[in-house]
């Protein structure tokens, strides 16, 4: 019976995901699996996550082999009962994935499979839609009305009101039995045996992702397939920002495809990249490409610097405050100082911001993220540290909301703590340029004629000359110099 | 060397600090848990487990001793206290080793040692003279606290003992005084009583067990002046003389001074918290009375440093400390919708017979905060499953609010009680009403029906009363 046959698919996290790499896989064929068993490890340009079961079996075949890549919504897997007849599991396959006959020809399979995404979104997922449930859903905000805890979630789940349920509970309270006998009453079907009795789930269908109620119900109203969005909600749900995020990207961005990407063999240990060096690699190597990069240096001494972070350190226990911190604060004062800097570049069009946002570059296992630091002109010093620990910290866990991340007007790099002296870095578009940042050591330094000792840091900017004039980029650095060497004059 | 660096470092492996090292490493911290000595903390190695351990040999006595009452004689009875010692040990060392498991499969750095804060951010952590220094972003301090002195009687280990001794003895004394009738003071009481020596428990408040509603008290008071436990309420042991072959206290209380002789002290008069040596006072981080101040979520007022359990303040309970542990991590790494510790919430059980257990307000202190309250009561003695096992002695109460029918409080004393508070405690998550409870259904024949009366009686409705 075909209607056993469950299929595993690669899922869709992240917004720019458009597939994912099988990382490890919990079980063999062959294995009894239950429903809420992790399945396999995907990796992502973002993170790596785990695949559960949604319905117990015995995985029957496994499609796409530890090491593979494989397009979103592509076939990784079968869990079957084991009376179904392998005869019935190939059709299965057969019908359900073009890849499934040559498992290895990956990227060609991807291709087909994500078209289907973009020209075939979210069929009417939500049984409740067509119903007569759509007049239960309306009415004024219900959080104050009288409901069991059980029977509000419910409401959630079926998208009612509950302003338009009777309760009978002690004190007219909702109980879920009224819930269910009203969305019974409305011709609705009840969420649990809609469950038991739904049948293998095609590509595409996402009534199976989890998801929040009012993503669900955006994403239905957006045409939008859950799949396609990325999973930052707790328990592991899609939330409402992944579906607005993926809504921004399809009116704004144009869906990006880099499934021609070929991995080189010529190491000894060969291994497919991962999917975040695989994003890092395409957009430097377009930053490089189409940015042309020039350079200005400068050394700024950080003497009267280091007196003020340690007077702040010691004189407020909530404060720890680095050096780093107070580069970001004095590059967000020069930004407004010198707006023509605070800029974004798609090709065609500039985008001058009022506040310096700026991106933090921090390194992660087996990659890097820029973070953002908002309105860093506004905030203190204190705050500004606080708010990067804190970015840091959910940046290494793999915990940012794309938002925390994605935008930004200017970013920096440090390489200082590694004892680099100074280095330049590439523009991460569509900013217009970075600062790369080495360390403060003592050198020694010519004042007035007189030999000299001071701590001394090389900064250095790199800018996109087809938006940015050489002249900018040195009153920039100019400016930033002034904050770094008298912090005082950041405060004005 | 460079300085080896860590997103979090625990100080601490008990019950707060090794959760907080695997909530840290299951959000995919590169965590270290900094421990001195036993993994498991006084938890494990010299608190609730071992002294479950202990009691559960109370009751084996207890039994025994009514064996009759159910036609049994039992004769030529002997004890060996050590080997009931070797018992609690025992399953306190399997514990700690679990702990280490725990630790590896979670990919937690363990660091023997003994820590402080010599910066913000920094860890030097000493052993055997020699100090190592640590970076990490967050520091999780959970270094627990130990028995108080009072000022005029400390505990040498020998005529006085604390909780940690009191755990390990290897002769049972014959005469014991109990000074302090909070949860480990009626505890030790009620153990030692079991086993057969003769105890008197000093509480210089009005009742024993303090902390518990009055009527759960006065049942508790009741039940261990039967069993011959001598209880001096309003009293204190001004002095202790231990020159003579005995131990001569000097207790004062309301019927004036008496000179009274034990073989041995046991002082349970509360806990202050292990923050000495720590490097707090440098770093300015505020302390009170002893104790770590810190925010719902364990933040102190130091950058990257966080208190967590026993050394963070009351309720000093192990469960606590876990839950602690988790919100402070969960916290840190930003998971959504993290709660901050509802104290009320806290679930308090005392393992003496019968046992005590607890949840949320008392009546007194529920009229205090402004509530109109209903109560409900429930007598053991009318509780078919209670008088089959012959342990009818007890009380459920509820408390609730008349208004909005929260679920304020709950107070139970009787067999098994400490596995019933559950209920009471996932009905108060839940906000669940009286009306809730009521309509639950409970099942038949179990102590536990009597929660269910008890919330009847709030409703003027009990059944079976």
Not at chain 1, 265 to 268: A, I, K, R
């Given at each position: 019976m075909t209607n056993e046959i469950k299929p595993i698919n690669m899922p869709k996290w992240g917004m720019e995901m458009s597939e994912g790499d099988i990382n490890a896989w919990y079980f063999a064929v062959g294995d009894q699996v239950n429903a809420g068993d992790d399945l396999v490890d995907i990796e992502t340009s973002k993170i790596i996550n785990t695949v559960t079961a949604t319905d117990s079996g015995i995985l029957r075949a496994i499609l796409g082999a530890t090491g593979e890549t494989h397009a979103v919504g592509a076939l990784l897997g079968v869990i079957a009962s084991a009376e179904t007849s392998d005869a019935d599991i190939q059709a299965f396959i057969n019908s359900n994935s073009s890849a499934a006959a040559e498992p290895e020809a990956v990227t060609e399979a991807a291709a087909p499979v994500s078209a289907a995404v973009e020209t075939a979104p979210a069929p009417a997922t939500i049984p409740q839609a067509a119903s007569g449930l759509s007049k239960l859903a309306e009415g004024e905000d219900d959080s104050l009305v009288a409901a069991s805890p059980v029977a509000r979630r419910l409401a959630a789940e079926y998208g009612v009101?509950?302003?338009?349920i009777t309760g009978t509970g002690r004190h007219d309270r909702v109980s879920k039995w009224d819930l269910e006998a009203a969305v019974v009453a409305a011709g609705g079907q009840l969420i649990g045996n809609n469950r038991s009795a739904s049948s293998a789930v095609h590509y595409g269908d996402d009534s199976n992702v989890k998801a929040t109620p009012v993503a669900r119900r955006i994403a239905t109203q957006l045409g939008i397939n859950l799949l396609e969005c990325r999973v930052s909600g707790d328990r592991g749900r899609v939330c409402k920002a992944d579906v607005e995020a993926v809504a921004a990207l399809k009116n704004k961005i144009p869906a990006q495809t880099d499934s021609n990407t070929t991995v080189s063999?010529?190491?000894?240990a060969s291994q497919p990249i991962s999917g975040m060096r695989k994003t890092i690699a395409a957009r430097l190597q377009a930053s490089k490409q189409t940015a042309p990069h020039f350079r200005v240096h400068i050394d700024a001494e950080i003497d009267a610097l280091l007196a003020v972070r340690k007077q702040i350190n010691s004189s407020n226990t909530d404060a720890k405050v680095s050096v780093n911190d107070f580069i970001v604060k004095a590059c967000a004062s020069a930004l407004i100082k010198?707006?023509?800097?605070n800029v974004q570049f798609d090709g065609e069009q500039l985008s001058y911001f009022s506040n310096a946002d700026i991106s933090v570059a921090v390194a992660i296992d087996d990659g890097l993220i820029t973070p953002i630091v908002s309105d860093a002109n506004h905030k203190g010093l204190v705050e500004i540290s606080n708010t990067t620990r804190d970015l840091a910290t959910r940046a290494k866990l793999g915990r940012l909301k794309p938002e925390e991340f994605q935008g930004g007007s200017f970013c920096i790099s440090n390489l200082g703590m590694y004892g680099i002296k100074q280095f330049d870095a590439i523009i991460n578009p569509p900013q217009g340029a970075i600062l790369a940042v080495g360390a403060g050591e003592q050198r020694p330094v010519v004042k007035d004629g007189e030999l000299a000792v001071a701590t001394v840091m090389s900064l250095t900017l790199s800018s996109d000359h087809r938006i940015i004039d050489g002249a900018v980029a040195a009153q920039f650095m100019s400016v930033l110099k002034g904050y770094l060497e008298q912090p005082a004059t950041m405060l004005g | 060397m460079t300085t080896q660096q860590f997103d979090l470092m625990v100080v601490g492996g008990g019950p707060g600090g090794y959760v907080a090292a695997i909530r840290a490493a299951q959000l995919g911290f590169k965590t270290a848990l900094v421990e001195k000595q036993h993994l498991g903390g006084v938890c494990l190695n010299w608190g609730c487990i071992p002294t479950k351990a202990l009691l559960r040999g109370a009751d084996i006595a207890h039994t025994l001793k009514e064996a009759e009452h159910f036609g049994f004689t039992v004769d030529n009875l002997s004890f060996d206290i050590k080997k009931l010692v070797q018992h609690s040990r025992s399953v306190a060392s399997k514990l700690s080793q679990g702990v280490a498991y725990l630790m590896q499969k979670n990919g937690i750095t363990v660091i023997d040692g003994t820590a402080s804060l010599a910066d913000k951010c920094l860890l030097d952590v000493e052993q055997d003279g020699k100090v190592t220094q640590f970076k990490a972003t967050h520091i999780i301090l959970a270094t627990g606290a130990r028995a108080r002195n009072l000022p005029s009687i400390e505990i040498d280990g020998d005529r006085v003992w604390g909780a940690r001794e009191a755990m390990a003895p290897t002769a049972l004394p014959s005469k014991l005084l109990v000074i302090g009738a909070g949860a480990i003071g009626v505890e030790f009481a009620s153990l030692y009583n079991d086993l057969g020596s003769d105890v008197t428990l000093v509480e210089a408040e009005q009742r024993i067990t303090p902390a518990e509603d009055a009527d759960i008290s006065a049942l508790a008071e009741k039940a261990f002046v039967q069993r011959g436990i001598k209880i001096l309420t309003n009293s204190i042991v001004q002095s202790l003389d231990s020159s003579g072959a005995d131990t001569v206290a000097l207790i004062s209380g309301p019927n004036g001074e008496q000179h009274l002789e034990f073989d041995q002290v046991i002082l349970a008069v509360g806990i202050t918290g292990n923050i000495e040596n720590l490097g707090l006072e440098s770093l300015k981080v505020e302390t009170e009375k002893g104790f770590l101040q810190a925010d719902g979520f364990g933040k102190t007022n130091l950058a990257g440093l966080y208190a967590i359990g026993d050394v963070a303040g009351p309720p000093w309970l192990a469960h606590k400390a876990s839950h602690e542990a988790v919100i402070c991590v969960e916290k840190i790494a930003g998971v959504d919708a993290v709660k901050p510790l509802n104290k009320d919430q806290v679930p308090g059980c005392t393992y003496c017979r019968p046992q005590i257990a607890s949840v949320g307000l008392t009546e007194a202190q529920a009229k205090a905060a402004g509530h109109s309250i209903r109560i409900g009561r429930f007598n053991l003695n009318a509780n078919g499953k209670a008088l089959a096992i012959n342990e009818a002695e007890g009380l459920v109460k509820t408390v609730f609010d008349e208004q909005s029918g929260e679920l304020l409080g709950a107070h139970m004393i009787g067999p098994e009680v400490t596995e019933q508070i559950q209920g009471f405690g996932i009905a108060q998550q839940l906000e669940a009403t009286e009306h809730e409870l009521a309509q639950s259904i409970f099942a038949h024949p179990t102590v536990s029906e009597s929660m269910h009366e008890s919330v009847l009686d709030s409703l003027g409705i009990a059944l079976h009363q």
């Open positions: 009101n509950l302003n338009n063999s010529n190491t000894v010198v707006p023509a800097l | -």
